[in-house]
C-alpha cells in the first residue's frame, strides 16, 4: 500500500513548485501557507513587483529589490489566517518579523539561509517554531 506524505512535505512540494515561477536566476523560492485544517491559503514566490524589471546579473543590486516569497505568500491571507508556512529556505529576519506579525507560529523549510542568523534569535523571541525538515523529521 502507499503511504501519503505527511502535510509538511505537501507544504514544501507546493512552494518549489510556486517557486518555479520566480525570474531569479540565482535563488528560486516559493512558500506556502497552511491554515489549521491543513487547507492551502496562499502560495507566493520571490520576485519584484509585476511590471517592475531589474539586472538580475548584479546579485547585491537584485538582494535590495526582489520581495521574498514569505512576503508574497502573506499578501493573501488575514492576520490568524494561517496555521504553517512551509519555504524552500529559512526566513530572514524581515520576514520573520510579518510572519509573527500575521500569528503564524511554525515555519517548516528545508535549507537554511545562510545570510542571517540573528533571524533564529528573532523567531525565538517572537514565539515562531523553526523547523528544519528532513523526510519526514521536524528539527525544532
Given amino acids: 500500500m502507499n503511504k501519503r506524505i505527511d502535510w509538511i512535505r505537501y ?8 517557486a518555479t515561477r520566480s525570474e531569479d536566476p540565482h535563488v528560486k523560492v516559493g512558500a506556502t501557507i497552511l ?8 502560495l507566493g514566490y520571490n520576485g519584484v513587483p509585476s511590471g517592475i524589471n531589474i539586472k538580475w546579473a ?16 502573506l499578501r493573501y491571507i488575514r492576520p490568524d489566517e494561517g496555521h504553517i508556512l512551509a519555504c524552500c529556505l529559512s526566513p530572514c529576519r524581515h520576514c520573520i518579523q ?12 528545508e535549507e ?12 525565538k ?6 523547523c528544519k525538515y528532513v523526510e519526514g523529521i521536524y528539527d525544532q
Fill in 11 to 18: 507544504a514544501l512540494d507546493l512552494a518549489k513548485v510556486a
Fill in 35 to 42: 491554515r489549521k485544517d491543513h487547507s492551502v491559503a496562499s
Fill in 58 to 73: 548584479d546579485r547585491n543590486e537584485r538582494r535590495k529589490r526582489v520581495i521574498h516569497a514569505e512576503i508574497n505568500a
Fill in 98 to 109: 510579518a510572519i509573527a506579525s500575521y500569528g503564524i507560529k511554525i515555519v517548516c523549510y
Fill in 112 to 123: 537554511e539561509y545562510d545570510k542571517d542568523e540573528f533571524a533564529f534569535e528573532l523567531a
Fill in 125 to 130: 523571541e517572537f514565539g515562531v517554531s523553526l
